[in-house]
């Protein structure tokens, strides 16, 4: 049985840190592409960065240089360090796990239809920024 499980969410004022972790089981997870998706009320849930195993990553313009992306392949764990945050990134934030990027690793974490690509998804943890 496959799980990602998120942890790490809550509240802070703006210009804060959080740090998200997303813990998986029941895959092969070095083999998986890993990534944070998030979605707030009233919008489409959009990609925040993604890895590949190792050092190769992507991320949304709106989170470049405060956001980082990180896993740990000996824990089976994708970090997301959230520091300057701002009340629009207040969202519901989701792990996911793909074996297969259709396209651009970069290009389809941005595209609307990317979600696709990953086989596996979390529950979900609630990040609120207030102003």
């Known amino acids: 049985q496959v799980q990602l499980v998120e942890s790490g969410g809550g509240s802070v004022q703006a210009g804060g840190s959080l740090r998200l972790s997303c813990a998986a089981s029941g895959i092969t997870y070095s083999n998986y592409f890993m990534a944070w998706f998030r979605q707030a009320p009233g919008k489409e849930r959009e990609g925040v960065a993604n890895v590949i195993s190792g050092a190769t990553t992507c991320y949304a313009d709106s989170v470049k240089g405060r956001f980082t992306i990180s896993r740990d392949n000996a824990k089976n764990t994708v970090y997301l360090q959230m520091n300057s945050l701002k009340p629009e990134d207040t969202a519901m934030y989701y792990c996911?796990?793909?074996?297969?990027?259709?396209?651009?690793?970069?290009?389809?974490?941005?595209?609307?239809?990317?979600?696709?690509?990953?086989?596996?998804w979390g529950q979900g943890t609630q990040v609120t920024v207030s102003s």
């Open positions: 996911a796990a793909a074996i297969l990027i259709r396209g651009g690793f970069c290009s389809r974490l941005l595209d609307s239809a990317g979600a696709d690509d990953y086989n596996y």
